[in-house]
C-alpha cells in the first residue's frame, strides 16, 4: 500500500503555516508466524481528489518499480565523468568522510510486535549521515532529501545496528551521503536491513546553498557509488525539470531520451487525470449529447469535449489508444507516423496536420502544414471507476527536428478518457490544455456560431461505431470517415 505523508509547521503566535516535507511511503504486511505477505482489502475512494491520488498512485508504483533499471541504463549508456577526474587540487579523499556507529535496539525503540520502529531507524541513519557530510564541508549542513530509502528486513529488541555513512559524491552546492544499516546479535552474520541516499546541502547566512569541496572517492567501489550517485542526481533533475513545467514556458516540449522516459510518461498521465479533475468546468455548448466544455486558469484554457457512444470502454480504447486510426476520423489528421514503440504502453508519434496562419493585412486564412512530435502514453484502468486513458503531450527528439516544410507545434496536455457505462456503452471525453494563442482559432465554438467540435466528434463516433467489433486497417474508409464534416476546424489540428 502507498501513504501519502506530509508534514507541515505552525507558529502559533503569527498565524502562519509552511510545508516542511512530502514523501510517499510503500507499506507490505506479513503474517507474524508464516511470513507470507497479506492480500489487502481494496481501497474505495470517495472524494474526486482521493480518486485521482488512487489512479496517480500506480504511475507512481511504476517508477518506483523500474528505478533500478533506469540506474542500470544510465550507467551503461551515460558518458559520466571519471571518477579519478575528481582528484584535483583541494579534493577531500571520500575516505575521511567515513563514519560507522553502533546502536542498541531497546524496548522504547520497537513496537508491540518487538520490531524496532522505521522511523527510529531512519533517524539514527541521518544522524550518521549528518556527521558524515559535516566532515566534507567543515559546516553544519542541511538535509534536503532522501532517495529510496528501502527497509530490507526487520530488526528487533535486543539487536545492534551497526550503520555505516560515506559521502559518495559532491557536486557543485550538494552531495550524496549513502548509509547502510546492518542488525546482528552477539552470534550469527550480519543482516542488511536498510539503505538509503542523502543530499544535503550548506546554506550561507542568506539560506543560499555554498560551493562544496570536490570529494576524491576510494578505488573500486568508491568509484562505482561516486558514478552511481551521479546517475541518481541526473534522475532527480529530469524529474524536478518534467514535473515543474510551467505551461508559460517554451517550449513546452521536453528532451526525450531513455534516462527521462519513465518520468515523461509519469508526467504525461498524472497531468491528464489532474485536468479531468478540475471541478470549475463551465458548460459552453450543446448539441445532440455532444458536450464542449472550457476551463480558463490564469494563462491557460482547458476543453473538454465528451459524449456517450455505442461501443464498449474496452474496445473503444482499443481503437483509439493507436493514434493512426485517427486518420480514418479526423481528417485533419493528415500523416501520422510511429517512431518508435517505448513499451507496451508508451509510444512516439509523428502528426502532420494542416495548421491556419492569419495574415495581419489580409485577413485571410493561408493554409501551411503543422506537425507534432507526440508521447502517447496508454494506461488501463486501475479501479472500477477508473476510465481507460490516452495521454498525449509533446516531447523533443534529435532524430526529427523541425523541418522547413512545417511548423512545430506543441502540446502540454491533451488526450482521451474512457469510461465504461452502462448497457455496455462508453462515455468518451477528449481533453486538451491550450495557450491563449490559439483563442482567436476557436472563439467562433466559444461563442457558439460554429460546431466544429461537434462534427469532430461525431466522426469519431460513426467510427468506433463501424468498428465496434472489427479493426479497420489505417487510412482505410477514409471517405466515409468525413461524413458530416464539412465545416473548416481550425482548431483540430492543435488538437
Known amino acids: 500500500m502507498e501513504v501519502d505523508i506530509q508534514v507541515c509547521c505552525e507558529d502559533l503566535f503569527s ?3 509552511w510545508r516542511v516535507c512530502h514523501a510517499f511511503a510503500t507499506f507490505v504486511t506479513q503474517r507474524t508466524k ?37 540506474i542500470s541504463d544510465l550507467l551503461s549508456h551515460g558518458s559520466f565523468q571519471e571518477a579519478h577526474s575528481s582528484a584535483v587540487d583541494g579534493a577531500v579523499a571520500a575516505e575521511k568522510t567515513r563514519v560507522e556507529s553502533v546502536e542498541l535496539v531497546l524496548p522504547p525503540h520497537a513496537n508491540h510486535q518487538v520490531n524496532t520502529f522505521g522511523g527510529q531507524i531512519m533517524a539514527w541513519m541521518v544522524n550518521v549521515a549528518t556527521i558524515s557530510a559535516s566532515r566534507l564541508c567543515q559546516a553544519h549542513p542541511t538535509l534536503r532529501s532522501i532517495d529510496m ?14 550503520l555505516r555513512a560515506i559521502v559518495n559524491n559532491a557536486f557543485k552546492s550538494s552531495m550524496e551521503v549513502g548509509v547502510r544499516a546492518e542488525a546482528y546479535q552477539e552470534e550469527g552474520p550480519n543482516r542488511h536491513i536498510n539503505s538509503a541516499f542523502m543530499t544535503f546541502e550548506v546554506l550561507d547566512d542568506r539560506g543560499k546553498p555554498c560551493t562544496l569541496p570536490r570529494i576524491w572517492p576510494e578505488p573500486l567501489e ?26 508559460t514556458e517554451v517550449p513546452l516540449s521536453v528532451p526525450w531520451d531513455v534516462r527521462n522516459q519513465v518520468y515523461l510518461s509519469y508526467n504525461n498521465v498524472s497531468a491528464l487525470k489532474m485536468l479531468a479533475a478540475r471541478n470549475k468546468w463551465r458548460l459552453t455548448s450543446e448539441k445532440d449529447e455532444v458536450h464542449l466544455y472550457t476551463l480558463e486558469e490564469k494563462s491557460t484554457l482547458s476543453f473538454r469535449v465528451e459524449a456517450e457512444v455505442d461501443v464498449p470502454a474496452n474496445r473503444a480504447f482499443c481503437l483509439l489508444s493507436d493514434l493512426r486510426n485517427r486518420t480514418n476520423w479526423d481528417k485533419h489528421y493528415q500523416k501520422c507516423e510511429l517512431i518508435h514503440q ?44 477508473d476510465p481507460y486513458v490516452i495521454a498525449l503531450r509533446s516531447v523533443s527528439l534529435p532524430t526529427h527536428p523541425p523541418t522547413a516544410g512545417c511548423n512545430r507545434g506543441e502540446v502540454l496536455c491533451a488526450g482521451f478518457a474512457i469510461l465504461g ?3 455496455n456503452k462508453s462515455l468518451i471525453t477528449y481533453y486538451n490544455q491550450a495557450s491563449p494563442e490559439v483563442l482567436p482559432y476557436i472563439s467562433t465554438d466559444i461563442a457558439g456560431l460554429s460546431s466544429s467540435f461537434y462534427h469532430t466528434f461525431c466522426s469519431c463516433s460513426k467510427y468506433l461505431t463501424r468498428n465496434r467489433l472489427h479493426s479497420v486497417p489505417a487510412d482505410q474508409d477514409q471517405a466515409k470517415s468525413s461524413e458530416g464534416s464539412s465545416e473548416a476546424d481550425t482548431l483540430s489540428g492543435r488538437l
Request: glycine residues 4%; positive net charge; contains cysteine.
Open 149 to 162: 530509502f528501502t527497509f530490507r528486513g526487520p530488526s528487533q529488541v535486543g539487536d545492534r545496528l551497526l
Open 342 to 385: 517505448v513499451n507496451d504502453d508508451d509510444f512516439l508519434y509523428r502528426v502532420v496536420a494542416p495548421s491556419v496562419a492569419i495574415s495581419s493585412s489580409a485577413k485571410q486564412e493561408t493554409g501551411i502544414l503543422q506537425d507534432f512530435i507526440l508521447l502517447a502514453s496508454n494506461r488501463q484502468p486501475c479501479g472500477s471507476r
Open 15 to 17: 498565524d502562519r503555516h
Open 34 to 70: 508464516t511470513g507470507q505477505k497479506v492480500l489487502l482489502k481494496p481501497i474505495v475512494p470517495h472524494t474526486q481528489k482521493e480518486k485521482v491520488e488512487y489512479s496517480v498512485a500506480v504511475e507512481r508504483r511504476r517508477v518506483r518499480m523500474l528505478h533500478d533499471d533506469i
Open 222 to 247: 568508491g568509484e562505482r557509488r561516486f558514478q552511481e550517485a551521479i546517475a541518481r542526481r541526473k534522475i532527480r533533475l529530469d524529474r524536478k525539470y518534467i514535473i515543474s513545467r510551467k505551461q
Open 421 to 423: 457505462t452502462k448497457d
